[in-house]
């Protein structure tokens, strides 16, 4: 178990570029989640999967954003066209069946995308 | 929808024992978690209360009463390692939703 890993640690981008996040989970979740969090706050849901289905969207993934989990196992989440309001860390997290219930999410180390 | 409200920052001594607390506003409710974030660091899962009482893992304890929609965070024999920032999360009440909520953070100095 290498715990949640995600690619790159760090992007600097210009506005109006697209950019592409990956997330691996632990290898035996099958429930991913994506959060983005701005300094002096908690994190804030985007999205989850369970499997390769995608369950929930927060009103805060606008249109220039997507996620996909094709075969159930990693995952990435896409920005299109950033905005300089889009600088934030992005986080991922995975939980198993066994732990959901109880609202134990493992975290990744997450993404810093800093948009120019 | 969701809120939570929890102080902004919170400074204890070295071995001394801090609270920290958390009330919460929710339509449907599960249970309140709690997660630690070292600057830099990743959230990491702490304690989850379902039920009114408290609940202990070492030198953490967790409580929660559902009448007064309120909770806390107590560590005990605080180190230096405890400064980190702590938030309280509940689920979003939607029926098999897994969606969490966070407070804005308690940052907790530690001091010598």
């Known amino acids: 178990d290498t715990g949640v890993s995600q690619d790159p640690r760090h992007k600097i981008t210009k506005r109006g570029q697209n950019v592409t996040f990956r997330c691996d989970p632990i290898?035996?979740?099958?429930?991913l989640y994506w959060y983005r969090q701005t300094l002096g706050q908690g994190p804030e849901f985007l999205t989850y999967f369970q499997n390769e289905a995608q369950l929930e969207k927060s009103r805060l993934l606008s249109d220039r954003f997507s996620a996909e989990r094709p075969k159930g196992s990693f995952s990435t989440l896409e920005i299109q066209r950033t905005e300089q309001g889009d600088s934030a860390m992005y986080l991922c997290?995975?939980?198993?069946?066994?732990?959901?219930?109880?609202?134990?999410?493992?975290f990744g180390p997450g993404t810093r995308l800093t948009v120019l | 929808g969701q809120s939570l409200e929890q102080p902004s920052e919170v400074t204890a001594v070295e071995g001394a024992i801090v609270q920290i607390n958390c009330t919460y506003q929710?339509?449907?409710?599960?249970?309140l978690s709690w997660y630690q974030q070292h600057d830099g660091g990743a959230p990491t899962f702490l304690s989850y209360?379902?039920?009114?009482g408290l609940e202990e893992t070492g030198r953490f304890s967790s409580f929660l009463s559902r009448s007064d929609s309120y909770g806390y965070l107590l560590l005990q024999e605080l180190q230096m390692k405890d400064s980190a920032s702590y938030f309280c999360a509940v689920r979003n009440s939607g029926a098999g939703s897994y969606q969490l909520t966070f407070g804005k953070g308690t940052k907790l100095s530690v001091i010598p």
């Open positions: 929710t339509s449907g409710f599960y249970g």
């Open positions: 997290a995975s939980s198993s069946r066994e732990v959901v219930d109880r609202d134990e999410q493992f």
């Open positions: 290898s035996e979740h099958n429930r």
């Open positions: 209360n379902a039920l009114d």
